[in-house]
T-cell receptor, first 111, second 112 residues
């Protein structure tokens, strides 16, 4: 069973601060996805990374896939209250039918 | 947004009763999934389907069964609900094995 460990589990910061969320595994993933979930809704895809060392930027969010494809990070610059939510990473393995999800990082950005 | 609807959105039921949750999609996607989300556990895969009448177990399948008789519908059944099955259940779809998941808005199930 492939496991994804996310850290930190909870993060509460002030508006304007920077933050990084981590997603780590001992397994190699063929691809890794980041989702954001708001209360009462399903997760929504933010990005997919597939190549070791890949860096993708989405406005103030920067996603990086580790060289060995075992880990990933999400960096948010100048966080805003609208960034508040549960951030989930999910990895695709060999069969790729199934995605393994981390337990998530609950981010609260205070005004 | 992907056309995916879960019903009901909320349900309260008693221990020992059967419960069926429905996931309906209008995207003609091949793959459909049922996850449960619980505090401290994240999203855990219950069952998934890779085509009509083709289903397989996920990591927490005990006590659950599924059926997919049409491309658009994926049903999750709790044959005899238990309090440990109180959870938020999410259905997800994807068009191909390497495309992202699109989630429904969830069903909050409470077993008393």
């Amino acid at each position: 069973t492939q496991l994804l460990e996310q850290s930190p589990q909870f993060l509460s910061i002030q508006e304007g601060e920077n933050l990084t969320v981590y997603c780590n595994s001992s397994s190699v993933f063929s691809s890794l996805q980041w989702y954001r979930q708001e209360p009462g809704e399903g997760p929504v895809l933010l990005v997919t990374v597939v190549t070791g060392g890949e860096v993708k930027k989405l406005k103030r969010l920067t996603f990086q896939f580790g060289d060995a494809r075992k880990d990933s990070s999400l960096h948010i610059t100048a966080a805003q209250p609208g960034d508040t939510g549960l951030y989930l990473c999910a990895g695709g393995g060999g069969s790729n039918y199934k995605l393994t999800f981390g337990k998530g990082t609950l981010l609260t950005v205070n005004p | 947004d992907a056309g995916i609807t879960q019903s009901p959105r909320h349900k309260v039921t008693e221990t020992g009763t059967p419960v069926t949750l429905r996931c309906h999609q209008t995207e003609n996607h091949r793959y459909m999934y049922w996850y449960r989300q619980d505090p401290g556990h994240g999203l855990r895969l219950i069952h998934y389907s890779y085509g009509v009448k083709d289903t397989d177990k996920g990591e927490v399948s005990d006590g659950y069964s599924v059926s997919r008789s049409k491309t658009e519908d994926f049903l999750l059944t709790l044959e005899s609900a238990t309090s440990s099955q109180t959870s938020v259940y999410f259905c997800a779809i994807r068009g191909s094995y390497n495309s992202p998941l699109h989630f429904g808005n969830g069903t909050r199930l409470t077993v008393t």
